[in-house]
């Protein structure tokens, strides 16, 4: 066992939590804010391109979960604009925004991955990110109100 309590190995009981103050965390929750606003703003854009030309992404032949680019324009700008809204809520630090970035980052990875056919790189990358903001979302834990940090 090593001597560095930071370090965990499993066998010690349960996993220690992040600490609030750690620039990992705060960092990691600012990034997500940042890329939930980026990535809200492209969706959105990615949406209006679905909407406006057909021609912009390829025709997808049999593919099992197949909607209309109609139908993915109107998915991707709804859930664009909600992701803007909740990258601007976890930028100013509202309470409601980390667990509404974790849900729409999950709606958006499982969009991204049935869209895999119409865009299959752009679409691995964003889930990717949307992985990253899950993860930076779910390991902050605010302080307490009323409890100073140590």
């Known amino acids: 066992m090593s001597e560095d309590p930071r370090l965990y190995d499993g066998t010690s009981g349960p996993p220690p939590v992040p600490d609030p103050e750690s620039v990992w965390v705060t960092g990691g929750v600012l990034f997500a ?3 939930m606003l980026c990535q809200g703003a492209v ?3 990615q ?5 406006a030309d057909g021609d912009i992404y390829g025709t997808v032949g049999e593919y099992l979960y197949r909607f209309s680019l109609t139908s993915w324009g109107w998915i991707h700008l709804a ?3 909600c992701a803007v809204i909740t990258g601007a809520g976890l930028l100013k630090g509202a309470g409601w925004a980390r667990v509404t970035g974790i849900v729409l980052a999950s ?3 499982f969009a991204q991955f049935l869209f ?8 691995v990358l964003m ?7 899950i993860w930076a979302l779910s390991a902050y834990r605010p302080p307490a ?6």
């Open 33 to 35: 804010g940042v890329l």
């Open 43 to 45: 969706a959105a854009l």
């Open 47 to 51: 949406g209006i391109a679905a909407l």
């Open 79 to 81: 859930l664009g604009l």
């Open 107 to 109: 709606l958006t990875l």
């Open 116 to 123: 895999l056919p119409y865009a299959p790189v752009w679409s």
């Open 127 to 133: 889930i990717g990110l949307d992985i990253f903001v």
């Open 145 to 150: 109100a009323g409890v100073s940090p140590r």
